[in-house]
Structures are given as structure tokens and as C-alpha cells.
């Protein structure tokens, strides 16, 4: 199991240290919440952010674009340093075009589901998609609780990823901790957490805990 903490629980005042910590606890991945106050109610940070986090760590960054109009910033995020970049399918760019930008770039193409958008909508883009990002939250904030009514869907997804033979990766986002990341382990290649992890005193603990899942 891979693990993929999201700064936005992170304390920003010693964001450098907050990183270093979790890269020496055995994460696998960054989660980068990218949010723009109109395809979510919340606002956190941009390319610039992101160009600094790139020059505190080593991990893989993913960014998690939740914008309204994606397309226009892919060029902005991948000059920042991000290595996957996830788009929302309700956003309201062209998912190819999106993806032609994304793979220009010489990138992971990231796609995410809102909790209650039907996997269906992937199924076009389905083969070319590196990694599929299914949300058990409604996005904008961390600290939220796990929704199980994506279950269905999330064990569907993995279930057209092994009779199809596909190739992408199944990643969870929203809600992730002791309890509900068991729940989702047989399903999933990859836990998002934000909360529980950087609320916590011991990352590594909880890092190991979450990876030693499967
Ligand atoms: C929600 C974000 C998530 C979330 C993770 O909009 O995409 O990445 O903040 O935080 P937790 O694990 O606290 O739900
Ligand atoms: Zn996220």
C-alpha cells in the first residue's frame, strides 16, 4: 500500500519540517490540494506553492486541481514541479484536451470522482487514465468524515481495472484513517490522509501502520 499524505492539514508555519517529516516516515507520495474558491468553497494555494514544496523534498508530488477550469493551469502546475496532475471529470474543461496537455508534459494523468459522479463517466478516457482518484469526501475541506457510500464504487472500479487488464492506479481520498483505511485496503493502491496524519504526534507510526494494509 502507498501512502500519500495531503499537506492541507500540514501547519504551514513550519511547512518544511512538516514535510521532512513525513518523507522520513516512509511516505510515498505529496498530495497537493489545489483549490480555487468556485469548484469547491474553500481556496488554498497555487503553482508558486508548489514550485517552493518541489525544492523541500524529494517525493513525487501530486496535484489535486480541484478547479473549475483545469486546462488553463496544467502548464502552470507541471513548470511547478507536480508529477501527477489530477483533474476533476465535473470540471468544466474537455477531459481530452486536459489530458493531451497533461501528457505533453511528459506526465501521470490523474483523474478524480466526486462522491456521487458514476465511474461511467471515466469510461471514454478509461485507457488512458494513469490513475483514478476516488473521493469519499465532498471536496473543499480535509477533516471530514469517510463516506461509505462510495464503497460499491470503489470496489467496481477495481473490478474493471482486473477484467479489463487496465493499468491505472486506484487512489482514496477524504476521510482516510485506522478505521476506514481497512475498509478500503482491498480495493485501493494508494491512501490519501490528511488529518490523521498530520494531527498526529507520531507520523511514522501512522505512515508504517497505513502501509503495512493490504
Ligand atoms: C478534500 C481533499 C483531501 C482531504 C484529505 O477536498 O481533496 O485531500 O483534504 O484530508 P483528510 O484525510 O483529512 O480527509
Ligand atoms: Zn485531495
Do not use: W
Amino acid at each position: 500500500m502507498l501512502v500519500s499524505p495531503s499537506i492541507i492539514a500540514a501547519d504551514f508555519t513550519s511547512l518544511k519540517e512538516e514535510i521532512k517529516e513525513v518523507e522520513d516516515g516512509g511516505a510515498d507520495r505529496l498530495h497537493l490540494d489545489i483549490m480555487d474558491g468556485v469548484f469547491v468553497p474553500n481556496i488554498t494555494f497555487g503553482p508558486m506553492i508548489v514550485e517552493a514544496i518541489d525544492k523541500m523534498t524529494d517525493l513525487h508530488l501530486e496535484a489535486h486541481l480541484m478547479l473549475i477550469d483545469p486546462l488553463k493551469y496544467i502548464d502552470a502546475f507541471a513548470d511547478a514541479g507536480a508529477e501527477t496532475i489530477i483533474f476533476h471529470i465535473e470540471s468544466k474543461s474537455k477531459p481530452r484536451l486536459i489530458m493531451q496537455k497533461i501528457r505533453d508534459r511528459k506526465l501521470k494523468i490523474g483523474v478524480s470522482l466526486n462522491p456521487d459522479t458514476p465511474i461511467r463517466t471515466l469510461f471514454p478516457y478509461i485507457e488512458e487514465i494513469d490513475l483514478i482518484l476516488v473521493m469519499s469526501v465532498n471536496p473543499g475541506f480535509y477533516g471530514q468524515k469517510f463516506e461509505p457510500k462510495i464503497l460499491p464504487k470503489l470496489k467496481k472500479l477495481k473490478e474493471i481495472k482486473e477484467k479489463g487488464n487496465l493499468n491505472f492506479e486506484i487512489e482514496i481520498d477524504g476521510g482516510i484513517n485506522k478505521e476506514t483505511a481497512p475498509i478500503v485496503a482491498p480495493y485501493v493502491d494508494i491512501l490519501v490522509s490528511g488529518a490523521y496524519i498530520f494531527k498526529s504526534r507520531d507520523r511514522k507510526a501512522i505512515i508504517k501502520n497505513l502501509k503495512n494494509l493490504c
